[in-house]
């Protein structure tokens, strides 16, 4: 990441978040696909919806090291709007793609990136917009780390959710973007491969600053409004990437949450034993993930995870699985009680 360099006219934005979300931008020809929806909707008519956590405060905490020793003052190469400002990573992506449509930050904790997926939906539904990119970018930074850690909740090792031992959160960072366009009508056209956003859920249970509830009720409400607005029983749900942290009283609040929904049938895992916690990322991060679930016909199993939780009775995946997947759950949550659940399905 350290070597991606931004083009010269976006200068004033370097930093590494900035950097890495151009990384996630080039990838898998999305920058094409986005000329291709502005030629047809226009530049104006695709708003641009990013999920961060901490933006790039490491830019200021680097900038803190180089304060001027007589005033105090920041070095002046620093610029706080074009980098640690949390809006700064939407204003990029916005001028890399070249839109200029609405451009909106969310930043929610753990949930930001699942839940622009429903701003970018209400927006297109009011008829403000016709498309819009979606995704979320977090890198790191001492902020959350020195901030996890002091809430005992960095694990020692690298994280296995559900797991009987598990210990705390392995902390990542990512960039995973998304292109949201009008379902066509009729639904032939589509590509056999186009993944369909089905239902969306929110809430916020307002439980505490940074524990969940005990019995996940806000966890619960977010998933039973994803699968009223899909218009589907849980048993219609193929697979659930769960939030699934690896802390003890997240991954137990979560399973309450799930169980009282789905049973214990349901195949579901954890991703981030593979891809860490990205925190303001995660939630588009597992939704590309969930994406690829539904494409290739592969359940993802949950990664460093070796002795399931008794405690927690769920069909948690330990080894990849390949069936056919029509339809995937996935969930989001963050700090403060706020939860976002996603639901997708395949189009052919």
């Known amino acids: 990441m350290d070597a991606v360099a931004l083009p010269a006219a976006l200068a004033a934005f370097d930093c590494r978040n900035n950097r890495?979300?151009?990384?996630?931008?080039?990838?898998?020809?999305?920058?094409?696909?986005?000329?291709?929806?502005?030629?047809?909707?226009?530049?104006?008519?695709?708003?641009?919806?990013?999920?961060?956590?901490?933006?790039?405060?490491?830019?200021?905490?680097?900038?803190?090291?180089?304060?001027?020793?007589?005033?105090?003052?920041?070095?002046?190469?620093?610029?706080?709007?074009?980098?640690?400002?949390?809006?700064?990573?939407?204003?990029?992506?916005?001028?890399?793609?070249?839109?200029?449509?609405?451009?909106?930050?969310?930043?929610?904790?753990?949930?930001?990136?699942?839940?622009?997926?429903?701003?970018?939906?209400?927006?297109?539904?009011?008829?403000?917009?016709?498309?819009?990119?979606?995704?979320?970018?977090?890198?790191?930074?001492l902020t959350t780390l020195y901030g996890f850690n002091s809430l005992g909740l960095i694990s020692t090792q690298a994280c296995r959710p559900f797991d009987v031992e598990r210990d705390g959160i392995s902390i990542g960072e990512a960039a995973a973007f998304a292109l949201l366009e009008p379902v066509p009508d009729p639904l032939e056209p589509l590509n056999d491969d186009a993944v369909l956003l089905l239902g969306i859920g929110e809430s916020s249970d307002a439980h505490h600053m940074s524990s969940p509830h005990p019995e996940g009720l806000g966890a619960r409400l977010a998933m039973q409004e994803a699968l009223a607005t899909a218009g589907l029983d849980a048993a219609e749900i193929d697979y659930i990437n769960l939030h699934g942290t690896a802390t003890p009283s997240n991954d137990a609040a979560e399973t309450r949450a799930v169980a009282a929904l789905f049973g214990s049938a349901t195949p579901c895992s954890s991703t981030k034993g593979a891809t860490g916690h990205t925190l303001g990322a995660a939630g588009g991060l597992e939704a590309v993930i969930c994406a690829l679930a539904l494409q290739h016909g592969l359940l993802p199993a949950g990664l460093n995870t070796q002795q399931l939780d008794p405690a927690l009775p769920l069909n948690y995946l330990l080894h990849n699985r390949e069936q056919a997947v029509r339809r995937v759950l996935s969930n989001s949550f963050g700090f403060g009680g706020t939860n976002c659940s996603l639901i997708f399905g395949r189009a052919g």
């Open 20 to 141: 890495l979300a151009l990384l996630g931008l080039m990838q898998d020809g999305f920058t094409e696909a986005v000329a291709a929806a502005s030629q047809k909707y226009g530049a104006q008519r695709i708003g641009v919806f990013i999920g961060t956590s901490t933006s790039a405060i490491l830019q200021t905490e680097l900038a803190y090291r180089r304060l001027d020793p007589a005033t105090g003052a920041f070095p002046p190469d620093f610029s706080y709007r074009t980098t640690h400002n949390t809006f700064s990573v939407a204003d990029f992506t916005r001028q890399v793609l070249a839109l200029a449509g609405p451009a909106v930050v969310v930043s929610s904790a753990c949930s930001s990136s699942a839940k622009v997926f429903a701003s970018a939906h209400r927006m297109m539904a009011a008829g403000l917009i016709d498309a819009a990119v979606v995704g979320g970018v977090d890198s790191l930074c």
